[in-house]
């Protein structure tokens, strides 16, 4: 993950609303999903489109992409190694905070803060912070809300104890 600017951006619809991304080259920066305000950057041509539409379109349905863009999103040094933590969790499983706090090499206690780096991810489909739930098998939160959470992780063949 490396600290690059956008230069262009790209807009997808789906079933779930519009999806952005801000890129440059094929480095992915950030998505957001229904934003609000448009980036101010030239959008892609759809042939340079195209990979990305392809890899979230698979990504939304549970399957792996054949082509994954280089990941580059902006963020304290903390929360960069949260989201290297989280590229760790392998598909089709869940940790919660605690677990992933752990993981990276703090206590248990920093869990509010590896949740906090969670919902800070620009990069949510990419970057699966979907497979963190809460210790007591909660959902948990999801910058993109809970509804495609829960079709992310039914997806991936996870079933939750509890769905609050």
């Not at 959008?43 to 340079?48: H, K, M, P, S, V």
Request: aromatic letters at 8%.
């Amino acid at each position: 993950m490396s600290n690059l600017e956008a230069s262009h951006s790209f807009r997808m619809n789906t079933d779930f609303g519009e999806i952005t991304g801000w890129v440059r080259g094929n480095a992915l920066i950030r998505l957001k999903i229904n934003a609000k305000i448009a980036p101010n950057l030239p959008l892609l041509t759809a042939q340079e489109q195209a990979p990305f539409d392809a890899a979230i379109r698979v990504i939304l349905r549970g399957e792996e992409p054949k082509w994954l863009p280089e990941l580059a999103p902006q963020g304290s040094e903390f929360q960069r190694k949260v989201w290297q933590g989280l590229l760790q969790i392998p598909k089709g499983k869940v940790w919660s905070y605690a677990d992933l706090a752990l993981h990276i090499g703090k206590s248990p206690q920093a869990s509010r803060a590896v949740g906090s780096a969670c919902g800070a991810n620009p990069i949510a489909l990419f970057i699966p912070c979907h497979r963190v739930v809460r210790k007591d098998g909660g959902l948990g939160g999801f910058a993109w809300g809970p509804s495609l959470k829960r079709h992310l992780l039914h997806k991936e063949g996870v079933e939750l104890a509890s769905d609050q």
